[in-house]
C-alpha cells in the first residue's frame, strides 16, 4: 500500500450505526496513509456513508454526486484526482445502479462490506462490494479503533429480521447478527484505556442481541451484557439504542433498576398508537403490550427518560388511527422523540398498499403530532430545572469560556467552565431549560477541582 499521505473526507447520512461504520472506515484508511479531512475539495478519497431510510434521504446522495463530479471533473492535471465511493445503505439497496445512474463513483460498498475498501484502493479487489460478510468485518476491524472524546459508540448487533412494511433496513443491513460478548469486552475496555467514560451499544434491533456465555452454555442477552459491562472500572455511563418493544425482556428491564451506571433514558419506538396500523406495520405487538412494557421500565426507573419514533400516513391510516397515536402521546409522556412522514420505499410490502395517504395528509398530521411531542420535550426539559444533575462534559460549547456535555437523559448541557474539565462527569445546577438544551452552573467542588 501507498505510505505517501493522501486525504479522504468523509460524509455521513442516516443513523449512528453509519456514524460508526464512518469512524471505522476513517481508522481502516489510515495505514493506507489517509488522513481525515473536512472538504471534498481537499480530499483525494471523498467517501459517502448513505441512507436509504426515506426517499429524501437516499435521493440527497445523487444531488451531492452531481456536486462531486464537478469538482473531480475541475481537477488540473498537476492535481491529484478524486476517487468517489459509495457506502451504507443506499450502496447496499442499489448496487451497481448506482454507477450506471452517476459513472463518476468509483468504489461502491455496502455496510457489511467496507472493510474491502484499502484492498479496492490498492486494485487488489472488485469495485464493488455488497455482500453481507459481518464476521470478516468486525474481524478486519478489531484492533483497529483510537477514539476521540470521552462517549463513544459500540455497535454490538447488526441487521434485522423484524420486517415492518415500511422498513429498508432488513434489506440493507440483513439478517440480525450479533457480536460475542468476549469481542463486545475487549472492544470497550480498549476505549475505556483510551479514556472513554460513556458507551452506547449500538444495534438496528440492539435488545436482540444474543450471546453464549462463555462457560456455562447460557445464553446472555442485552441485560447480561450490560451487568459485565458496568464491571469494567472506569465505565461510568452505558447506554444502548434502539430497542423493539419485541425484545425488551424482564432481564433487561430489571438492569433498569440495577445497574447505577445504566442511564435512565430509553429510546422504543413505537411508531403508531393504533392496534390497526400497528398490524398493518407487522411490528408483532400492540398498544397494549407496548404500555405494559413501559410500566414495568417505570416500575424498575421510575426516573427513566422515553424516547419514540412516529411514522404518519402509513397506507390506511384514518384520522381515527391518527388520533389514537395523538392519544398514546398524551398517555405516555416523552422526553424527545423523532417523527416522520411515511416514505413508500420501493421493494418493501407497505409500497405495495393501494391505499396510500394524500402528502397534505402526511404533513397535517406531521405538523400537529410535531406540536405535541416538542411541548413534551420543552415541559420535561423544563421540569429539570432546580435540579442538580451530573454531566459528561464532551466538547467546548458555541461561546467564550463555555463546555457542553450529556444529562443522564440525554440533553446538551451548557457551563461556564474549564477546558480542563473535557472528558469529567461533574455536577451542574441546572438554571436554564430550552427545547434542545439545558444550561446551568458548575457545583462548587467541580470549580475548585479543576
Ligand atoms: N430499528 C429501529 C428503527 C430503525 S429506522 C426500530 O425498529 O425502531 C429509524 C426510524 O425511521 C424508524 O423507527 C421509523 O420511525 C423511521 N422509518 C423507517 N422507515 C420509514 C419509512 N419508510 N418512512 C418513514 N419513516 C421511516
Ligand atoms: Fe426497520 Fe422494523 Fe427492523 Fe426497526 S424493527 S429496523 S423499523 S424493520
Ligand atoms: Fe439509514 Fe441504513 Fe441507518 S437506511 S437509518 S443508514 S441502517
Known amino acids: 500500500m501507498s505510505s505517501s499521505k493522501k486525504r479522504v473526507y468523509i460524509k455521513t447520512f442516516g443513523c449512528q450505526m453509519n456514524v460508526y461504520d464512518s469512524a471505522q472506515m476513517a481508522n481502516l484508511l489510515k495505514p493506507a496513509g489517509y488522513d481525515e479531512v473536512a472538504s471534498a475539495e481537499e480530499a483525494d478519497l471523498v467517501v459517502l456513508n448513505t441512507c436509504h431510510i426515506r426517499e429524501k434521504a437516499a435521493e440527497k446522495v445523487y444531488s451531492d ?44 460498498v455496502g455496510p457489511q462490506s467496507y472493510q474491502r475498501l484499502p484492498q479496492m484502493l490498492a486494485g487488489e479487489e472488485e469495485t464493488l462490494a455488497t455482500d453481507f460478510a459481518v464476521d470478516e468485518k468486525f474481524e478486519r476491524l478489531a484492533q483497529k479503533r483510537a477514539q476521540q472524546g470521552p462517549a463513544a459508540f459500540v455497535t454490538v448487533q447488526e441487521g434485522c429480521d423484524k420486517f415492518c412494511a415500511f422498513c429498508v433496513v432488513p434489506y440493507t443491513r440483513g439478517a440480525e447478527h450479533s457480536r460475542t460478548a468476549e469481542e463486545i469486552i475487549a472492544e470497550v475496555r480498549a476505549l475505556v484505556r483510551q479514556g472513554v467514560r460513556e458507551v452506547t451499544l449500538l444495534g ?54 440495577e445497574i447505577d451506571i ?31 412494557i413501559i410500566a414495568k421500565i417505570r416500575t424498575a426507573r421510575p426516573d427513566i427518560a422515553l424516547s419514540g419514533d412516529f411514522i404518519v400516513g402509513f397506507p390506511g391510516e384514518t384520522d381515527a388511527d391518527f388520533e389514537a397515536t395523538m392519544q398514546a402521546v398524551r398517555d405516555i409522556g416523552y422526553a424527545s422523540a423523532y417523527s416522520f412522514k411515511y416514505s413508500r420505499r420501493p421493494g418493501t410490502p ?32 423544563a421540569s429539570l430545572a432546580g435540579r442538580t444533575l451530573p454531566v459528561l462534559f464532551e466538547k467546548h460549547g458555541r461561546n467564550e469560556g463555555q463546555i457542553c456535555g450529556r444529562s443522564p437523559y440525554l440533553q446538551s448541557v451548557f457551563v461556564q467552565g474549564p477546558a480542563s474539565l473535557i472528558g469529567s462527569i461533574q455536577n451542574v445546577d441546572i438554571t436554564g431549560a430550552g427545547r434542545n438544551a439545558l444550561s446551568g452552573n458548575l457545583c462548587q467542588e467541580a470549580v475548585s477541582s479543576a
Open 65 to 108: 454526486l452531481g456536486r462531486l463530479r464537478q469538482i473531480k471533473e475541475a481537477r488540473g492535471k498537476n492535481e491529484a484526482p478524486m476517487q468517489i465511493a459509495v457506502a451504507g445503505c443506499v450502496a447496499q439497496a442499489e448496487g451497481a445502479e448506482i454507477k450506471r445512474r452517476a459513472p463518476v463513483v468509483d468504489f461502491v
Open 204 to 257: 438496528q434491533n440492539v435488545n436482540a442481541w444474543t450471546s453464549s456465555g462463555p462457560d456455562d452454555g447460557n445464553s446472555w442477552g442485552l441485560g447480561e451484557l450490560i451487568c459485565h459491562l458496568a464491571q469494567i472500572d472506569g465505565l461510568a455511563r452505558i447506554r444502548y439504542t434502539t430497542s423493539h418493544p419485541r425484545d425488551m425482556d424482564d432481564r433487561l428491564i430489571a438492569a433498569h433498576g
Open 262 to 292: 445504566l442511564m435512565p433514558y430509553l429510546h422504543l419506538p413505537v411508531q403508531s398508537g393504533s392496534d390497526r396500523i400497528l398490524k398493518a406495520m407487522n411490528r408483532g405487538h400492540d398498544m397494549d403490550d407496548y404500555k405494559r
Open 350 to 381: 407497505g409500497a405495495k398498499i393501494k391505499d396510500q395517504v394524500p402528502e397534505e395528509v402526511k404533513i397535517d398530521r406531521l405538523a400537529i403530532l410535531q406540536d405535541l411531542l416538542v411541548e413534551q420535550q420543552i415541559d420535561f426539559n
